[in-house]
């Protein structure tokens, strides 16, 4: 009887032992990953519907997720174009810890101009380091046919408004005007650089 009731006891210590650690890290671990990747399709699912309806923005002012360096929401550039306007940055970012953003949109519902949009969504993104807010985003829509360079207070001491509104006027606009705009948003990009020493 007595070696029954230890066969038994032992039985159950040995169960709970195999329940308790043993058990966990079979099922955890892959329970955890299938989550995981449940949660990255369920986004992945979201962003790709949201990219399908344009980005249009709700009624309290939700942005969109930015994609990286450059996010081309409108599907102007080529892959290779936008892999090199993100060098360009990143060398940059690199030597100065100044931070670049490049956005293409198709619309900024809810917001009436294109001025309050870019400044929310580079504030929204955190563009530029928090101690220095160094930020810049160059915004543009073809849809709307309209521009905006929005500046971190870091960043405007160097490039006011005025110089921005020069950088637009007389090396961005000109090739947006011959459907050039990629070669726009480059030159633009380098003469931004260039003043911002």
């Known amino acids: 009887m007595k070696k029954k009731v230890l066969?038994?006891?032992?039985?159950?210590?040995i169960l709970y032992i195999l329940l308790a650690f043993v058990l966990p890290k079979?099922?955890?671990?892959?329970?955890?990953?299938?989550?995981?990747?449940?949660?990255?399709?369920?986004?992945?699912?979201?962003?790709s519907e949201s990219k399908s309806s344009n980005l249009v923005l709700d009624s309290i002012g939700n942005f969109p997720l930015p994609i990286g360096y450059v996010s081309d929401y409108e599907k102007i550039f080529s892959e290779r174009q936008i892999s090199h306007l993100?060098?360009?940055?990143?060398?940059?970012?690199?030597?100065?810890?100044?931070?670049i953003a490049i956005v293409t949109i198709s619309s900024i519902e809810p917001y009436e101009n294109v001025k309050d949009y870019a400044t929310d969504l580079a504030n929204e993104w955190k563009i530029g380091k928090p101690e220095?807010?160094?930020g810049l985003i160059i915004l543009f829509s073809k849809n709307l046919r309209q521009i905006r360079i929005a500046t971190g207070t870091g960043t405007e001491q160097k490039l006011t408004d005025e110089?921005?509104?020069k950088v637009i006027d007389s090396t961005i606009v000109p090739e947006?005007?011959?459907g050039k705009y990629y070669n726009g948003i480059e030159s633009g990009l380098k003469e931004?650089?260039?003043r911002w020493e």
């Open 26 to 47: 079979f099922v955890a671990v892959p329970l955890a990953a299938y989550h995981s990747k449940k949660v990255w399709t369920e986004n992945e699912k979201d962003y």
């Open 163 to 165: 110089i921005c509104k």
């Open 192 to 194: 931004l650089m260039k």
């Open 176 to 178: 947006f005007k011959k």
């Open 86 to 99: 993100t060098k360009l940055i990143i060398d940059y970012e690199q030597k100065t810890t100044r931070e």
């Open 7 to 13: 066969i038994i006891t032992g039985s159950i210590g």
């Open 132 to 134: 220095k807010d160094n």
